[in-house]
């Protein structure tokens, strides 16, 4: 394997098998869940809740898992001295810090599949809800299916995870980390699978899809937050790089709305591919200046120094 591809290999594995990771995608996704609650307040729309806040909690957890997983996995290079390791061989300090980046955020892709299945999931669950209530005039419920594919989404995985670790000796978090966006995309199709037999329009279905390219366009936001990370990780402590991304998302706060494509969605519409180009072409250069700093600050060698 050549030595960029087995260092991005191990820094996604390393991502996904931190519990933090887990712990993130798990909350997100009861978070998700329980705005489904709030369902009386549909401002016109049934799905709106679910889909703002679907997308709200997408931004912050996939943000928070690629800003503090990826200062975790850098500092413990740098500080129990495998990256010196590492280096010894023939691994340039810039093919080391781009494939380690590139890998903790592909680590952090499977939070983000997860919460964008779940979102989904939700988005469906309102509206058929609200399609169920309509002929009677009874206020609108939650579809009971969407209800118990997020829940089995969220639980299955967990215990399949833990049965394989108990009897089989497989790393728990990286395997729940792997079963849950398998989980969470399965309980949407199931879900679209069972409107036709429900009586339901299957073009809901294609409706709730409609979150798949907002939740895209907040992931670029997530790919400046990671870059970021990494760049500060290799020059500052860990609790000096979290301040200040922590201080990054705040500024960047505005930026990151001119992503949050709910607005788009109102009332049927979807979101022009002209809206996804835009935010890519915003965040690209962001991307390219932080990884930029990070070599800069790799080759400067004061990471190795400061240990």
């Given amino acids: 394997m050549k030595p960029w591809r087995a260092i991005a290999r191990a820094a996604m594995l390393e991502t996904m098998s931190d519990p933090l990771s887990i712990l993130l995608a798990s909350g997100s996704i009861a978070a998700v869940a329980l705005s489904c609650v709030f369902h009386i307040h549909q401002f016109g729309e049934p799905a709106r809740m679910a889909r703002d806040a679907g997308l709200s909690i997408f931004l912050v957890s996939v943000c928070a898992s690629g800003v503090f997983c990826t200062i975790k996995a850098f500092r413990r290079e740098i500080e129990s001295g495998t990256m010196q390791m590492a280096l010894a061989r023939p691994v340039s300090r810039r093919c080391f810090f781009l494939s380690k980046t590139a890998g903790c955020f592909c680590g952090c892709a499977a939070t983000a599949a997860a919460l964008a299945a779940t979102a989904c999931t939700a988005v469906l669950g309102m509206e058929a809800g609200s399609a169920v209530a ?122 990151a709305g001119n992503r949050y494509a ?38 400067s060698g004061d990471a190795d120094r400061r240990q």
């Fill in 262 to 299: 709910a607005g788009a969605l109102a009332g049927g519409g979807s979101v022009p591919w002209k809206f996804f180009l835009a935010a890519a072409a915003v965040s690209i250069p962001f991307i390219a200046a932080f990884a930029a700093i990070g070599v800069r600050f790799a080759r």
């Fill in 134 to 255: 309509a002929p009677s005039g009874d206020i609108a419920r939650i579809w009971k299916p969407a209800l118990l594919a997020i829940a089995v989404s969220a639980v299955l995985p967990m215990a399949a995870a833990a049965a394989l670790n108990r009897f089989k000796r497989i790393r728990f978090a990286r395997t729940a980390m792997l079963l849950t966006p398998c989980a969470c995309a399965a309980g949407t199709a199931a879900c679209a699978a069972l409107l036709p037999a429900a009586g339901l329009d299957a073009r809901i279905a294609l409706s709730a899809l409609k979150t798949i390219p907002a939740a895209l366009m907040l992931l670029f936001h997530a790919a400046v937050m990671t870059s970021a990370a990494a760049a500060f990780s290799m020059r500052f402590k860990g609790n000096v790089a979290a301040t200040l991304c922590g201080v990054l998302f705040l500024v960047s706060l505005p930026a």
